[in-house]
Every structure is written in C-alpha cells, then in structure tokens.
C-alpha cells in the first residue's frame, strides 16, 4: 500500500503541475523556433542560462494544446480503463500504464535533446504520460478492499497522493 501512494504521488498524475512544467518547457526552447521577432518576449530568460529562447503566445498556445490532449487522456480513459480492468485485471493494465509512462519520459528526454527539431515529440510524451498515469492510479483503487475497516482511510491516501502529483513537476523545478 505504502508503494502505491508514491506511485500515486509521482507518476499518476503529473500532467496537474503544468504550470510548472510549462515554464521548463519554454526555458528548455520547446516551439521557440515559431517566435519571430516582432511577437517574442524574453519570458524564458534565465539570468544564469548558456542559452536564450524567445517566448511568445503560440508557442505557449502550442505547448497548452500538449497539455490539453494530455489531460484529457487522463480523464477520457477511465471508462475504457474500467471495461478493460474488469476483463483483463489489474496486472497487464498496470504493466501498460507503466510502460507507457516510461516511453512518455523518453519522448520527453528525446524531445529535449533538440527542441527545434524534435518538439512534435512533447504531444506524444504528454499523451502518453496522461495514460499511463491514470493506468497506473485506476488499478491501484482496488487496493484499499484489502484493509477492512481501514479501507476509507487508504483511499483517502491513494486519492490524496494522486492529487498531490501536482506537486512533482515544481519539485524537478525546485531542484534544478
């Protein structure tokens, strides 16, 4: 149960720190190469950055699309995520879910490696970490059944954690 509620808290849902995550992005140059000169800001400046990237609205407008589609997987998929949960088990879903979060942190890490060039990869990254989060926290939700009278007070846990995640992209921030 302990493993579940940090599951929960760090890879359910993180997509709900977007504000956080959507500074990084600009700071990191994701579709900056679409700011011209008359529409850009110095936004994404850092004072101690080797690099500078222009910021402007659509490259935000962009990149809220990513968050978008995003979190509407997480919340679209739940109904699919039942059906199949109750064919299938928790097992292959939570496999699923994690693999498709890892695969979303590679895009990530990918994408990062040349914004200009690799930015299209942040939709399917976002899009799959929005899946495989709520994979992840929709078979933990059977979990508190095992503990009787203490089952109100897991779940509280589980949905407290899930909501927390929010909280794990401005602590990458914080750290870097």
Known sequence: ACTAVVENLFFSAVLLGWGSLLIMLKHEGFYSHICTGENSTNDSIAVDSPHFYPSCVEQEEILNLGFTIGSFLLSATTLPLGILMDRFGPRPLRLVGSASFAISCVFM??????PPVLSPLIFLGLS??????ICLTFTSLTLPNMFGNLRSTFMALMIG???????TFPGVKVRS
């Not at 890490?109 to 040349?114: D, H, I, P, T, V």
């Open 128 to 133: 799959l970490n929005g899946f495989g989060g």
């Open 109 to 114: 890490a990918l994408a990062a490696y040349n």
């Open 161 to 167: 954690s899930y909501a927390s995640s929010a909280v």
